[in-house]
């Protein structure tokens, strides 16, 4: 059955960087990062269409992360850079397979039809 399977989180230093993966199955318009900590809710972090390549960013990770994608391999990634203590939470990936509503300015978490199980990211001295 369709899933996604996320990989690459650990604990790094403050500036430290870590690459995410997400492999996929199935079909889908566009491909997401979410992120969470306890007590909050989950926020949308990056998104690229998986026809084409847009990409979508949080005002609060521009310039640090970078998501790109292997349409061969069908997995997405999470490039993250120069992290922050703020930057700790688990990552999950996250698929909009049909309504074509996730790839926005503002990445709503009812556009996503699936969910990966996340990986823990944490950014400490």
């Known amino acids: 059955q369709a899933q996604l399977t996320e990989s690459g989180g650990g604990s790094v230093q403050p500036g430290g960087s870590l690459r995410l993966s997400c492999e996929t199955s199935g079909s889908t318009y566009c491909m997401a990062w979410f992120r969470q900590v306890p007590g909050k809710s989950r926020e949308g972090v990056a998104a690229?269409?998986?026809?084409?390549?847009?990409?979508y960013y949080a005002d609060s990770v521009k310039g640090r992360f970078t998501i790109s994608q292997d349409s061969a391999k069908n997995t997405v990634y999470l490039q993250m850079e120069s992290l922050k203590p703020e930057d700790t939470a688990k990552y999950y990936c996250?698929?909009?397979?049909?309504?074509?509503?996730?790839?926005?300015?503002?990445?709503?978490?009812?556009?996503?039809?699936?969910w990966g199980q996340g990986t823990q990211v944490t950014v400490t001295s």
């Open positions: 996250a698929a909009d397979r049909y309504m074509r509503r996730l790839c926005q300015t503002h990445l709503p978490t009812n556009a996503v039809q699936t």
């Open positions: 690229i269409e998986t026809n084409g390549g847009r990409t």
